[in-house]
Structure formats: structure tokens, C-alpha cells
């Protein structure tokens, strides 16, 4: 395989962050730069960043979005054929004998997103067909550990592995009951140098929790509907898009056949700490029963509590799906982030 592809699809990517670099904040532009730049350079996500070479580098980025913000997508070529730049199924059907899965779609703020990486495995799945991908060799600012479109879902192992390396991280500078009973379970500790024997045990945790993290994509796909997109379309600002997408992501984790269930039918206590941990914004701030059913079963190790609730969540969150999808049907497209905005409970 030669470098065209490689080079059409990180022009791809440099043209979807022209567009949308505006829609991050500050701190979370700049995170996304330095995970960006460490898959560029092949880093590792625990490699110390020099300032300068990282500013240079910015300033490069940065330098050709006036330029790429008004160009097209370029289509792909593999093994001479040309395929368009969303055509998934198709690039991956012909990128299969040379061990590579591409992933293209529409993320937070309907962002165009791509990536090109080393293909693990693909497997079935509940009707969906799941690639699990390594290590990366182009991808955009927008990255997620996993990726669900159509009827295939994205496992990406290293944006993975670079979360819960961030997520360690965090106990460096702050207690974090969750995120202390998570990894406390893979023998790591408040204050831990990263070393050969903890890397291994963060990629072991990584390939472990994936299996979590496809049951939300699995949840999702059960549990959307169609009528979703559109409304996430006509959101209007960040504020709406976060909060419906919170509900999104809530119901998919309460499902019965999403993660916490999973969690609890294998009573895998450091999966329940970092789905818990990984609630932000709006998810957090919605779910505040699960923490405290966290905080009882570290007390008594009761996962009858959990379940329970589990179950009045998932309830909770379909009808306040349902009071979204009444709003949005009965709004005009321009009164309807208005509306939504007043509807918000936090």
C-alpha cells in the first residue's frame, strides 16, 4: 500500500478541522491537538511533549485552514480503484488483504470524521459488524473510542488507551473515588510512574474495557431512532447538542443490553468505576443516582443497587427522550432551540 492513501485521507482530516476547529473550546482544542500530535508522531501517550516542537507544529496546522476550509473532500484510491470519501463499506472491503480499516462518519456538531488504521479483528456482533482497530496512521481532532455507523461499529484501541492514560493521569493531581477503585483493580495507584510492567497492564485494561465500550455502541444502535438525527440536526447551539446527546448516550448505557447491565451480569467492578468516571457534563449532572449507588456498593458490595438503579434511569431517560421528540415535532425549525434550551433541567 503506498502513502496516496495515507495522504488523501489525513487531507481529508485537515480539511473537516479547518472547518470545525471553531466549535472546541480553548482547553478542549488544545487537548485534541496534543493527542493529535502524538498519533502523528507515533508517540506514546505517556511521552513527555517538547513545548516548542508541539507550538511549531500548531502554527503549521493552523497556517493552511484559511486555504483548506473551502476545499472538497478528496476521493480514495486503493489498489487503483477511486471511491468517495464516505463510501466506508467499499474502501474497507478493499482494504481488508492489506490489514487496514478505515472509518469515516459524522461525530459531535455532525463533524466529517476519518481515520486509517492497522486492523486487529473483525468480528459479528449483534447484527453489527465490528472492527477493532490499532494503531493509527491518520485521524482528525475528533476521536472517540468507538464509532458507531450504520451497522458498523469502530473499535480504536489507541484513542482508547489514550483516554484511560488521561483518565490515570487525572489522579496525579486530584482524589477521584472512581477513577482510585478503577484502576486500583489493574494494580495501579494514586502518584504511579508509568514503566513497562504498568504499560502492559494499561494495554491489557484498554482491550478488556473495549468490550464495555461496544456494548454501549451495541445499546445505541438497539435503542436509536431515526427521528435522533434530525433533531440533533436542528439543535442550534453546543449547550442543546451536548444535552441531547447525554440522553442519547444514558439511555444506551442503562439498556438492557447496554454496558452497566453488562457490568453487573459479570460483576467486573474497575468496568463500573471507569463507565461511572467517564461521565461528563451532562451525563454526569443527569445521572447523579449512580454515583451514589457506586459509593453503596464500595460500602457493601451489593449489586442489587446498582440494578435498580440501572432500570429507573434507562425509564427516566426514554421519557425525557420522548418529551424531546414531542417538543421538536410540535416547534417550527427556528423556535425549536429556543424551546429546548428552556426545557433543560440543568
Known sequence: MDNRLKEDIKFNCDVSDARYWGYFSICGLLLRYRDLYRSEKGLKAWTNIVRTDIASWI???ESRWPELENREFRDLTVDGRSFGAFDVEEV??????????YGAGYGMYLKPTFFLAELRSTRQVSGLTVYTSGTETARDLLT???MLQGTSVYL??????????????ELHTQRHAALEDAFAQYGFHHRQIMDD????????????????????????????IPEWRDILAAAGDRKNEHYLRAVKDLIADTSDVGPLIQIIETEDRAALALTIARMEGFSRALF???RAAHADFINGGDWGVVERTRKDGHTRFLRERERVVELFRNSGKDDFPQKLRAIIPV
Open 59 to 61: 502554527e503549521q496546522k
Open 197 to 224: 510492567t504498568l504499560e502492559r497492564r494499561l494495554q491489557g485494561l484498554a482491550e478488556r474495557y473495549a468490550e464495555t465500550v461496544l456494548a454501549h455502541e451495541v445499546a445505541e444502535h438497539r435503542e436509536g
Open 144 to 146: 472517540a473510542p468507538a
Open 156 to 169: 480504536r484501541l489507541e484513542p482508547l488507551l489514550h483516554l484511560l492514560h488521561f483518565m490515570l493521569s
Open 92 to 101: 474497507n472491503r478493499a482494504l481488508k488483504p492489506h490489514g487496514l480499516v
Open 288 to 290: 447523579p443516582e449512580i
